[in-house]
């Protein structure tokens, strides 16, 4: 008797977690594995935004031209997105990582909810409004070259934010940084108080010292809240646009900045090619499940347990 009311007790609340998660896998389904599929159905066919003829079916067609063709700019796209995906990566990996160490064990906590605050402001800011007050900043008149130029004590200097190749795929790191540093180090303040503190008094009695603590004791119960880390940070930098979108609408060079997504906005808007634009979101997204994939493949370990 016990066994079948045990069984009717899971069957009922299996019900109803199938009631509660139905909205979410309907909201999934409408507006992120639809738009997959139909995309995949897209890029088979050279199908262009105002023509009302049936698009011809190209097969292939569109992945090829994208690998083949040198006017496509698809291998640039490449490089300029893994450039900048690079470049962000490890540096909001690494220095979210160290400031969230240095305040949890340099502060206080009312001094850490100020920092907090204050370093997560600009998370709350959307991508448009962070890259059009860098553009300001960016300006020859603006604040960039005023700091560095007190910073490294050269006057009138114009170190050419948004017109020089190199400087340019500098500026929209720094912009991406600027605006997600706050989040990802929220993130690591969370894991790293979840660590029990007796570990760390424990290690201090064995002679441990704190650079010792954090490559001993900090670092490996750290994973999981690390690989979080980065694979978010991964995926917000491979699809990463209004920052460029901004900057070469304000006369910005576009080859050293033009990533998949900018790509794929010319192509399918301004060129009305939907058939190639969706061939080139097909790419960016298996290239996103690879690098997910490989991030779950070599984070994956045994529970962490304290």
Not at 158 to 176: E, R
Not at 280 to 306: C, G, H, N, P
Request: glycine residues 6%; positive net charge; charged residues 10%.
């Amino acid at each position: 008797m016990r066994k079948k009311r045990y069984r009717g007790i899971e069957k009922k609340q299996s019900r109803w977690g199938f009631v509660f998660v139905t909205p979410a896998i309907l909201f999934f389904s409408v507006f992120s594995f639809y738009p997959i599929f139909n995309a995949l159905y897209t890029s088979f066919f050279d199908k262009r935004v105002l023509s009302l003829a049936a698009p011809p079916f190209v097969g292939p067609g569109n992945y090829i031209y994208l690998f083949t063709s040198r006017t496509a700019g698809f291998w640039n796209s490449l490089r300029a997105t893994f450039v900048f995906t690079l470049g962000t990566f490890i540096s909001l990996l690494v220095f979210s990582l160290i400031w969230a160490v240095f305040l949890t064990q340099a502060t206080g906590k009312r001094a850490r909810g100020i920092f907090q605050i204050a370093y997560y402001t600009p998370a709350v800011l959307s991508s448009v409004v962070a890259a059009a007050i860098w553009r300001l900043m960016f300006d020859p008149r603006g604040l960039a070259n005023q700091w560095v130029n007190v910073l490294f004590m050269s006057a009138g200097v114009d170190h050419k934010w948004l017109a020089d190749s190199v400087m340019v795929q500098f500026s929209t790191m720094i912009v991406y940084f600027w605006k997600y540093i706050g989040y990802f180090v929220i993130l690591f303040i969370t894991g790293l108080s979840s660590i029990p503190p007796a570990i760390y008094e424990a290690a201090t009695i064995d002679g441990s010292n704190k650079w010792q603590s954090f490559w001993r004791i900090t670092l490996p119960l750290l994973r999981p809240t690390v690989a979080l880390v980065s694979i978010m940070t991964m995926l917000q930098c491979l699809k990463t646009f209004s920052t460029q979108y901004l900057f070469t609408q304000a006369g910005a060079p576009q080859a050293p900045i033009n990533v998949i997504t900018l790509n794929i906005y010319r192509t399918g808007i301004t060129n009305q090619r939907i058939g190639r634009a969706s061939a080139m979101s097909l790419v960016l997204f298996v290239i996103m499940l690879a690098f997910t994939w490989l991030q779950f493949r070599f984070s994956k370990s045994d529970d962490v347990e304290y």
